[in-house]
């Protein structure tokens, strides 16, 4: 049993008979009724009773035909459905940002996407890489942002590259520096981040690798509040440069870590490896490469 066999009878039906059916079809009378025929076939039952020109429903026939006109409408239904789809009419995103740079890096784009995208569905996820490359392996998220991974379990898109700054109280004894290394802060506390976030593991290795452990003074995701407590006395906190440059404040000062230079903040947008994406996931990416496009030509 076939759509067309469905929409034929259907025809038929309605125009009375099978010649008026072709026309409105736009098929020949044969190929009607051959359809109609194997569709009587297929159900092992006589749907119509030719009375010359004239077709009258069966029994059989009025059932399928209330049931050929049902199927239709869902078909069409199904179909104008993934059409918006398609054309991003309707669907939902299912995302996660990073924590840090939301305000600086994500919240423009974010908006930007709603105003193209208003009847996309935004389902948001804010967290370290800790909790969001779990949730796209579980499927919960089909996209988020991370740092880039090297499970071959994800393919990625990357978004950004940034060295990371240090942010230090105006009153501390390196603040006059410029440019410092990380061994250089070995006596001073540090404020690092949540334990969801990847970058801690990092700077934590680079510690190391410079020939010290750092003593922490206290934990955050929120880069503002790092910089608060910078601004209090409490620490220093390295944080990406396109978020230290905005979080520069009366009794908080930036420097350059000039070693290592390979600590960085590598932000990519994952997705399970092999994974369909929808038109909406789709569509996030492509502004995102749309937006690194703009920011070179700069």
């Not at 389902?123 to 392996?137: F, Y």
């Not at 390295?238 to 404040?249: D, I, N």
Request: aromatic share 6%.
């Amino acid at each position: 049993m076939e759509f067309k066999q469905l929409r034929s009878f259907i025809e038929v039906v309605r125009q009375g008979g099978f010649t008026q059916a072709a026309k409105t079809l736009h098929i020949s009378q044969s190929a009607v009724s051959k359809q109609v025929a194997q569709l009587e076939h297929d159900l092992a039952t006589p749907l119509l009773d030719r009375q010359g020109s004239r077709v009258l429903l069966t029994a059989a026939g009025a059932v399928v035909l209330q049931r050929a006109e049902e199927m239709l409408r869902l078909r069409d239904g199904l179909l104008s459905e993934l059409d918006d789809l398609s054309h991003l009419a309707r669907g939902e995103l299912r995302l996660g940002l990073p924590q840090l740079g939301g305000e600086t890096l994500f919240a423009s784009l974010f908006a930007e996407y709603r105003r193209r995208y208003p009847n996309i569905s935004i389902h948001l996820l804010e967290g370290g890489s800790l909790n969001i490359e779990p949730a796209v392996l579980s499927g919960e998220l089909e996209l988020g942002g991370s740092l880039k991974p090297s499970d071959p379990a994800f393919d990625y898109q990357p978004f950004c590259d940034e060295p990371l700054d240090v942010l230090l109280a105006t009153d501390h004894p390196l603040a006059e520096e410029g440019s410092i290394r990380l061994e250089q802060l070995a006596d001073t506390p540090f404020l690092l981040y949540q334990r969801s976030f990847v970058l801690n593991h990092r700077l934590m290795e680079a510690c190391r690798q410079a020939g010290f452990t750092p003593r922490e003074s206290g934990r955050s995701g929120q880069a503002d509040f790092l910089a608060a407590l910078v601004a209090a006395g409490q620490g220093v906190a390295l944080l990406p440069s396109v978020v230290a440059r905005s979080l520069v404040r009366p009794g908080v000062v930036r420097l350059t870590l000039s070693s290592p230079t390979d600590l960085r903040w590598d932000i990519a947008f994952i997705w399970r490896r092999g994974a369909y994406l929808s038109k909406a996931a789709q569509a996030w990416l492509a502004l995102l490469r749309e937006r690194a496009n703009v920011s070179a030509t700069r």
